[in-house]
């Protein structure tokens, strides 16, 4: 059995974290990664000490019937790209030259975020239905790339 590429290795953490996530839609994990070491992680849920959505007997924007990748404003829950960002920021880590490793494609607002941030390369398992998102990307020049698990055969 050989061994899991660096991609399927991250991948498999965000995985792990998204497990902490609280948001009844949606578990996003992200992590941010540098020289095949890890920075900073996040996953989505409501900033520290307020209520989770499932606490409060359910989330607004499903009560609202609000599509996803839409009206993102009502959510309670900072996404797991904005958690690893803060983190970083908490701690006093330059995510400057990073790869980000996300269980879903970053929204709109989360890829502005990762562009002044200066993140470099973006690796989803996901998509998420915000074309605006892929749009400014592509425009300011981060690379973005949806993973695909190898076989066998193609592991180190």
Known sequence: MGRPSW????????EL????????????G?????NKRILTTGYNGPPSGITHCEQRGGCIR????????????LSRAIHAEQNAIIQA???GISI??????????????CSKMLINAGVKKIIYKEGYPDSFAME??????????QFKELSENERD
């Open 7 to 14: 991609d399927e290795y991250f991948m498999k953490i965000t």
């Open 17 to 28: 974290v998204a497990s902490r996530a609280t948001c009844l839609r949606r578990k996003v």
């Open 30 to 34: 992200a992590v941010l990664v540098r």
């Open 62 to 73: 499903d009560e609202l019937k609000i599509p996803s990748g839409e009206r993102m404003e």
């Open 89 to 91: 920021a908490k701690v």
């Open 96 to 109: 400057e030259e990073s790869t980000l490793y996300v269980t879903t494609h970053p929204c709109f607002t």
């Open 136 to 145: 400014i990307l592509k425009e300011a020049g981060v690379l973005v790339v």
